[in-house]
């Protein structure tokens, strides 16, 4: 009894030192901060990059058409941590360098527009044939009927696959940690080796959940109001 | 009826990788005329439609409208598209916009009018396929006869010369077919030139100048539908017509 008593103080204490973790709150919530606009920016540039790729790919041009699909295999094929260490260590041997930052966030961009790209492109192979037939016998060109009649389409079937995507890119944020990026794990890893104390790393998943689970709600959230039933 | 015709269709070829499915078709349709097309499933009826506003490359001859050759590369297809409205079996509405939308989107972008006027043209459109009421219904919210009759809207708001069917009423429950054809029967009171590739004998026999019946690739028979129905001179459109006109 006495000794049970004991381990559950061992692990409170070494999980959740109140004292160490009003120490390194403040840094875990630049962490936090850090991490939302990372993330933010990522996920803005990586889906508009990705539509932008789609549209390129649907005029069919060999010669996008052939670059497009290499970066996407590529970006896609490539662990994201490979390609950040390669822009971070890399990278200054041609003169360029890179902050950690810079190395995840466009690391990170790219993986996004890779694989939205893909999601975007399987949304106009499914849009039905009929609709290009019906907009471009109104005299609409190839461009108008894209904008008006099958992107609007395309995006509302991709929505929930392109969430799922785009939560799964936005935690590698993480992977920032490894290039001295302060984001949530790096502050939570740095407070835990100061303190020898794991608190800063509960408080760190904390942080996590706090910004993820509103995002994984609303996901679902936008699964059930884009479900909308075909004609 | 004038003389020259509005959509003159010479020796058209077409054929899909070695499939040869348009074998010389000859066609001239003109003014205010209402030509049916019949013939089995797979003779290239909605092929030979598709070539008539190049949905469908051609491979040879030529498809003179309106006194322009729509097969020439140099020809601006989506000015001639304006003047061409088609109708499609499976309807094709933009599921993301109202009735009203779908009449108005071409109005708006291609003929550039501004909203305001597209909208109303769009409501006179539907106006006249009896759908007022139905303006601001999303597709999903119709039934299949008043979505081919906003597709039918979709085609006449742009004032077209001469408006192609494919089909209009296969895809449609019995009872709504009714309500399709009675459009159409307006639309040639209107004096609207029209060509329709159906199977609906007793609107061609009642509407129609002339019924062509088309066999693999190749335009077999053509005359007035009291002639192709009642008097077949083809053994082939006898044999067709015997098993589809009861
Ligand atoms: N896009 C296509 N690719 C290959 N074959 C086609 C295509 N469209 C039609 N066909 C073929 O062309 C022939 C004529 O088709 P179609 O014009 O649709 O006939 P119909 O409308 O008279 O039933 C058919 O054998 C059909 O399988
Ligand atoms: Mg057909």
Same mark, same amino acid.
């Given at each position: 009894?006495?000794? %049970? ?7 409170? !204490? ?15 919530? %630049?962490? *936090? ?11 803005? /540039? ?14 069919? *041009?060999? $010669? ?6 290499? *970066?996407? %295999? ?16 890399? =990278?200054?041997?041609?003169? =360029?360098?890179? /902050? ?11 993986? =996004? ?60 944020? !993480? ?9 949530? $794990?790096?502050? !939570?890893?740095?407070?835990? /080796?100061? /303190? ?6 509960? =408080?760190?998943? $904390?942080?996590? $959940?706090?910004? *993820? ?19 | ?89 499976? #309807? ?16 708006? &972008? ?50 077209? &010369?001469?408006?192609? #069917? ?46 062509? #019946? ?25 044999? #067709? ?6």
């Amino acid at each position: 009894m006495n000794a %049970d008593i004991t381990q559950w103080d061992r692990f409170l !204490a070494s999980f959740f030192d109140l004292a160490v973790m009003q120490k390194y709150l403040p840094d875990i919530v %630049d962490g *936090f901060l850090l991490t939302c606009h990372l993330a933010i920016l990522i996920v803005i /540039s990586g889906l508009v990059l990705g539509l932008i790729l789609a549209v390129i790919r649907a005029y069919e *041009f060999w $010669l996008t058409s052939w670059l497009i699909v290499v *970066f996407a %295999d590529v970006m896609r094929a490539l662990p994201p941590l490979v390609f950040i260490l390669l822009l971070y260590f890399g =990278l200054p041997g041609v003169g =360029l360098n890179l /902050s950690g930052y810079a190395a995840t966030y466009v690391t990170l961009t790219l993986v =996004l527009a890779a694989f939205s790209e893909e999601i975007f492109r399987a949304g106009i192979l499914a849009t039905p044939k009929g609709q290009w037939e019906a907009a471009r016998s109104t005299g609409l060109g190839f461009g108008q009927s894209l904008a008006y009649v099958i992107m609007p389409q395309a995006i509302r079937m991709t929505v929930p696959p392109l969430t799922n995507r785009t939560i799964a890119i936005a935690k590698n944020t !993480a992977l920032g940690t490894v290039v001295g990026v302060g984001e949530i $794990l790096n502050q !939570a890893t740095t407070g835990q /080796s100061f /303190s020898g104390n794991a608190s800063p790393l509960v =408080l760190g998943a $904390l942080a996590y $959940l706090i910004l *993820f689970i509103p995002v994984v709600v609303f996901g679902r959230w936008v699964e059930t109001r884009f479900a909308w039933r075909r004609t | 009826m004038s003389d020259t015709p509005i959509l003159d269709v010479q020796g058209l070829r077409k054929s899909y990788g070695k499939l040869e499915v348009l074998k010389g078709v000859d066609l001239a349709v003109r003014e205010r005329e209402l030509v049916f097309i019949i013939g089995p499933s797979g003779s290239g009826k909605s092929t030979l439609l598709r070539c008539c506003n190049r949905l469908e490359e051609s491979n040879g001859g030529a498809v003179i409208f309106d006194g322009t050759d729509i097969t020439a590369k140099s020809t601006n297809i989506n000015a001639v598209r304006q003047k061409i409205g088609m109708v499609f079996q499976s #309807f094709n509405l933009y599921p993301h916009m109202s009735a009203e939308g779908n009449v108005a989107l071409a109005l708006r &972008k291609v003929l550039k009018r501004p909203k305001a006027e597209a909208l109303e043209r769009a409501r006179a459109a539907l106006d006249r396929v009896g759908l007022s009421d139905k303006a601001e219904n999303y597709p999903n919210q119709l039934s299949g006869g008043q979505q081919q009759r906003v597709a039918i809207a979709r085609a006449l708001a742009l004032e077209p &010369k001469m408006v192609l #069917f494919d089909e209009p009423t296969s895809a449609l429950d019995p009872e709504l077919v009714g309500s399709v054809l009675e459009v159409m029967r307006d639309l040639r009171t209107a004096g609207m030139t029209m060509l329709v590739v159906s199977h609906e004998m007793r609107f061609a026999r009642e509407a129609a100048d002339r019924v062509v #019946f088309m066999d693999e690739g190749h335009i077999v028979e053509e005359g007035p539908p009291e002639q192709v129905f009642g008097d077949p001179q083809m053994p082939r459109t006898r044999d #067709f017509v015997s098993r589809i006109d009861h």
